[in-house]
């Protein structure tokens, strides 16, 4: 079965700019998360779906980032107008049982913000 | 709230040798999973192994096994006859039971050397 595929790979763009990452999860997986990695620190939750539905965005920065997942399908994040500080990695991952199972990531989307 | 400690930023190992990767974690729940995630240069996070905090039993996955000491919040890593393609990031990551969130530490970079 095909994996969780985030692109662009990599991204670097201006302060001001916007900027949208892209997940595609494993077919058939209603839950969706999205994680951040900021440099020589931890990974951290953004937020989860369920389906189209966001379960969980308690981790989202701030309202210069938005999530969607239109038709329970693909996800994107799209960052509005990008900081310095939104760079580090994205990592989109998802799962069936939600319980302990742990997930399927993808490969991430290093995003410079210069 | 659940913390996730990774110790040794950088550890390296001869190849063929056998290595001990730290993890401590702090919760108050009693039922929880927890995780090492290995991400090599460039690719994917892939699960390595998972360990249910009621099963006393420390889970085996090859060469990969875990130390798992409850009492103590601790949940080591142990990857024998090390080879080159083990280099890679570790992350120990914590989930509490029902939950869908996980917790990371700060990763380990684990070396091989030939």
């Known amino acids: 079965e095909a994996g969780v595929t985030q692109f662009p790979s990599h991204s670097v763009i201006e302060k001001g700019q916007t900027v949208t990452l892209r997940c595609d999860p494993i077919s058939g997986h209603d839950n969706l998360y999205w994680y951040r990695r900021v440099m020589g620190k931890e990974i951290k939750f953004l937020l989860h779906?369920?389906?189209?539905?966001?379960?969980?965005e308690s981790g989202m920065p701030n309202n210069r980032f938005l999530a969607e997942r239109t038709g329970g399908t693909y996800s994107t994040l799209k960052v509005q107008p990008a900081e310095l500080e939104d760079s580090g990695v994205y990592f989109c991952a998802s799962s069936q049982d939600i319980r302990g199972s742990g997930y399927t990531f993808g490969s991430g989307t290093r995003l410079t913000v210069v | 709230a659940q913390t996730v400690t990774q110790s040794q930023p950088e550890m390296s190992v001869q190849e063929a040798e056998t290595v001990t990767l730290s993890c401590t974690y702090d919760t108050s729940e009693s039922d929880y999973y927890l995780f090492w995630y290995k991400q090599p240069p460039s690719r994917q996070m892939i699960l390595v192994i998972r360990?249910?905090?009621?099963?006393?039993q420390n889970a085996t996955e090859n060469r990969f096994s875990v130390n798992f000491q409850k009492a103590a919040k601790s949940f080591s890593l142990k990857i024998s006859d090390s080879q080159l393609g083990d280099a890679a990031m570790y992350f120990c990551a914590y989930s509490g039971a029902g939950s869908y969130q996980l917790t990371f530490g700060k990763g380990t970079k684990l070396s091989v050397i030939p």
């Open positions: 779906f369920v389906k189209e539905s966001k379960q969980d």
């Open positions: 360990q249910e905090a009621y099963k006393q």
